[in-house]
Nanobody
Framework: VQLQASGGGAVQAGGSLSLACETS????????MGWFRQAPGKEREAVSC????????IYADSVKGRFTVSADYAKKMVYLQMTNLKSEDTAVYYC?????????????????WGHGTQVTVSS
């Protein structure tokens, strides 16, 4: 199982970024894919997850209306489109995999994690 997040960078507040997570070694249709983030000195925080072939998506309250999660199951990719970015969105962003189709933002339920990608939002 491999998960590789990319697309991070530095933007000004109000800007947009799109993250991608390339997956391999498993069948995404059977699983839940999540996005999480961790800012310096803070706990890992849930952002969003997508499951059931994309029919179910949930978001943390802090990103609702600004972030959109999507997936291309044929390409084995998961995406996180981030708009109206705020300085508090600055963090390392990770994609993760949870076996099975239960929708959850609890990071403890995700067993596979990729290396993160840094997002820095300046105000």
């Amino acid at each position: 199982v491999q998960l590789q997040a990319s697309g991070g960078g530095a933007v000004q507040a109000g800007g947009s970024l799109s993250l991608a997570c390339e997956t391999s070694g498993f069948y995404m249709h059977d699983d839940t894919m999540g996005w999480f983030r961790q800012a310096p000195g803070k706990e890992r925080e849930a952002v969003s997850c997508i499951t059931d072939a994309g029919s179910t998506r949930i978001y943390a309250d802090s990103v609702k209306g600004r972030f959109t999660v999507s997936a291309d199951y044929a390409k084995k990719m998961v995406y996180l489109q981030m708009t109206n970015l705020k300085s508090e969105d600055t963090a390392v962003y990770y994609c993760a995999r949870r076996l099975g189709l239960r929708t959850t933002l609890d990071p403890d339920e995700y067993s596979w994690w990729g290396h993160g990608t840094q997002v820095t939002v300046s105000s």
